[in-house]
């Protein structure tokens, strides 16, 4: 059996939060580990995925749940090599991906819920309920990219006004929300419309099964494209994934 490690590598935010430059600012440290307690699980990460908005920024908060400087990242999937006392549902050598947000398991998302996310260390404690089983089929690094962006695009298909059988439904550009978007729509039965801006990619969500791809640099008014596709009827629902200045055309379509 192999040693239970101590200390793992992990890229910290420095905890002033007025000298941070983006991704420059990380700085690589050694952090303690500590033996799960009652309850928890120690995962060795194998796999993390990388958000536009970890990249760019991280988040409002300078420091993490131990009051040292914050470590980003909010994705990953690996190995569990230890379980702490009463944990029933997972044993070392299963393999498992985080929640995004650790503390929400159904309802309505709550400010409390949001306050933190995973981090990226190396290897790290989680509660044995933040965590869910990577299916066979999946790689580590496949099954990293699933917690922000395939939550953020069920949310916003199902959580608050669910995606009817038989509806349509507009996606934009092909990221991993709307890429993860589009495939649960279809699953649903939605007819899925989507934008995109190159032949690659407009490859790939044919071979997704989308039933309408639009490239809107060839294509600049998109919306217009929209509207004949659906005979002038519009979509029930947008998956729009940031761009402010598409709000608008969004809601009018």
């Known amino acids: 059996m192999s040693t239970i490690p101590t200390t793992a590598q992990a890229w910290r935010f420095p905890v002033d939060q007025s000298t941070w430059n983006g991704h420059k600012s990380l700085e690589l440290r050694e952090v303690k580990i500590t ?19 970890k990249g760019l920024y991280p988040g409002p908060y300078s420091t993490g749940p131990d009051g040292q400087g914050l470590i980003p990242s909010c994705d990953g999937a690996g190995e569990v090599i230890s379980v702490g006392e009463g944990v029933t549902e997972w044993k070392r050598g299963d393999r498992v991906h985080s929640l995004f947000f650790e503390t929400w398991f159904d309802g309505p998302i709550q400010d409390e819920h949001t306050r933190f996310t995973v981090g990226g260390g190396t290897t790290g404690v989680f509660d044995a309920k933040t965590l869910l089983p990577i299916p066979p089929h999946l790689s580590y690094e496949e099954a990293a990219t699933i917690p922000c962006a395939a939550l953020t695009a069920w949310q916003s298909f199902f959580e608050k006004r669910p995606l009817a059988k038989g509806s349509t439904v507009l996606v934009l550009g092909s990221g991993g929300v709307s890429v993860f978007g589009a495939q649960l729509a279809k699953a649903a039965g939605a007819r899925v419309i989507a934008t995109t801006s190159s032949k690659e990619k407009e490859a790939k969500y044919k071979a997704l099964g989308v039933d309408e791809i639009i490239n809107y640099r060839e294509t600049p ?14 979509v029930e629902q947008v998956l729009e994934v940031g761009e402010s200045q598409l709000h608008g055309t969004c809601i009018t379509y």
């Open 35 to 53: 033996s799960p307690k009652q309850g928890e699980v120690l995962v060795k990460l194998h796999a993390a995925a990388l958000n536009y908005s």
């Open 221 to 234: 008014e998109w919306s217009n494209k929209v509207m004949e596709l659906t005979g002038g009827q519009g």
